[in-house]
């Protein structure tokens, strides 16, 4: 089970290059919208044309410019699950399942229809028209159409972005079943990093046409290594780096848009530093090692927690947001307030 | 009263409405692809019979069909057949005339169409001329529809081009239109005014039968629902 994808291709203004393979596993690409994401699936489909490079899935090569191959989307076996879902308007659910098994042979069409309805949960819908059904049945139509098909990649292009929160939560689960079950290679596309946090293996960060990173997704989130994918992995707090030494096996630098004089562990490079905002520790008092007297500038309140703005003092710099539980927020110290950005959580990165 | 008009108007409308349906949608599905400025120009002229008075159409088709110009000429030594002056001469000219009331419609719906259905069934496996007949046909079906019926409507009341190039032979190119100005003209007033109710009520049924068709259509997505 593999797909790997080394494409270029320019339109108009922009350009996308990107370059990677999956290994049975469930790869998320992440990125904001016109970013070349849903480009990449598109030519994986076929439905796109590169103007260069080369797809190859489980060994059978469906597009290679070098030696002019492109094949039809017809024959490149690829479930595709597009955004809107693409059901077919005219048609029963039923019929829009039966298009996906026409290429199987006749005696087995009907066994594998209703198979699919069964294990997909909308036999009973069998009748009704696309327009009829709910976001969330539409959907499962769609993946039965696909499945059914039997494909060997799925690519599911922000399968998501058209449901209501509450039914996305339950599509993501069950979603992660049927994901599980194909057990194949598939490519799932979204700007919602909880949602490929919670439903993929390893994650590429789509900055402008080029894959700016690709890790698993823990050690993404951890150290997401470049500007861009620390803002799209959803750090919020992000300085310019000045000043960086290297001092007795640490690495000493000037958060400059914080004002704050900082140091890590390691002989690490970077130009810039980023700070989770729920990574931030209250101190006891003043300690060595990133501790700060901070005073806070503004407050912002959520269901859950407060989203505490800070700075040192009396300075004018650029606040840091500190996420903290409603107990703590109403615990903190009435007189001085010191704060800990600790070594492991702040997050050195390129450009 | 001789019928011979009303079957001549029904067979002429009814044949230059099947060549107009293949080739209107064919002309719209074509040209929706195509570059811009190449659709541009391509449209106008597709659409320019819609706009001149028939009997210029008539003059072109003469002019081109003619037993003394180049198709109709040529058409003639090989066939021994004159293009103009038959029953199947009116064919020419309600093509024509009819011809961009679907294109127009059609071209509509094909643009309107959610390029998604066709890629969703060209991933599937299925073959380009499936997906064609099958999904996006039927997505457009409603404006395609309209425009068929409107080009048969049109078809069956074409008056200035049928009469250059077809004439007036009663018993043999006599159409409806031609025959109820014929009428008017030689002063025979009540039969003129009966060819005219006959033609109104053929209109106002292929009407009908168009809400009736939209009707059902949806009262089949209802019956579904209720399923």
Known sequence: MSLSVDIRKTLGAFHLDVSFGTDGDILGLLGASGCGKSMTLKCIAGIERPDEGRIVLNGRVLFDSAAGIDRPPQE?????????YALFPTMTVEKNVRMGVLRL???ERDAAVDAMLETMQIADLRRKYPRQLSGGQQQRVALARILVNRPEVLLLDEPFSALDAHLRDRMQLEVMDILRDFGGDSLLVSHDRDELYRMTDRIAVYNDGHIDALDEKHA???DPKTRAAATLTGCKNLSRVADLRHENGRTYFTAADWDLALSVAGEREGAFVGLRRHYVELADGPEDGNTFEMEIVSVAEDPFEFIVFLRRPGSAAKPLAWTVSKEVYRALPAGRLFLRLPDAALMLLRE | MDWFPLWNSLRIAAISTVVIFFLGIWAAYGIAKLPRLVKGVLDVILTLPLVLPPTVVGYLLLRLLGPKRPVGLLFLQLFDTKLVMTWWSAIFATVVVAFPL???????AFEAFDEDLAYAGRTLGLPNRTVFWRI????????????????FARALGEYGATSMIAGYTPGRTATISTTVYQLWRTDNDALAFRWVLVNIAISAVVLLAVNFLEKRDKKRVRKGAAA
């Open chain 1, 220 to 222: 993404l989130f951890k």
């Open chain 2, 102 to 108: 679907l294109y127009r419609t059609a071209r509509g």
């Open chain 2, 136 to 151: 996006r046909l039927p997505a457009c079906r409603e404006g395609i529809l309209a425009g068929t019926v409107l080009a």
């Open chain 1, 105 to 107: 042979p006749k005696a």
């Open chain 1, 76 to 84: 490149r076996r690829v479930g595709y699950l597009f955004q809107q």
